[in-house]
């Protein structure tokens, strides 16, 4: 879908090392990724930081020891927020409860 929608072909389903070896396409790929299946989540319009991890990395919120991944990412987020002094309480919810 994304070579369809970036280039109007099969590029990328023909040679997917293209986005690993190309930096152009990477960011192409990445932004369209965020774009089509992030941005546009419901969960993510409402500011839920789990739902892009469920989203992204959907592995992380089932499991008991997949969903520290999430928590740690969570916390991790959280710290990025209070070191850039952005003071606001992030939404956990979304991946795991």
């Known amino acids: 879908m994304a070579s369809q929608d970036l280039y109007g072909d099969l590029r990328l389903w023909q040679n997917p090392d293209q986005v690993a070896t190309d930096d152009a396409v990477a960011w192409a790929t990445a932004f369209?990724?965020?774009?089509?299946?992030?941005?546009?989540?419901?969960?993510?319009?409402?500011?839920?930081?789990?739902?892009?991890?469920?989203?992204?990395?959907?592995g992380e919120c089932t499991g008991t020891f997949n969903v520290q991944f999430a928590k740690k990412r969570y916390a991790d987020y959280v710290n990025v927020m209070k070191a850039f002094n952005i003071n606001e309480t992030p939404i956990e919810s979304g991946c795991y409860n």
């Open 32 to 58: 369209w990724f965020w774009k089509t299946n992030v941005h546009s989540n419901a969960q993510m319009q409402q500011g839920q930081f789990g739902a892009s991890t469920k989203v992204i990395n959907s």
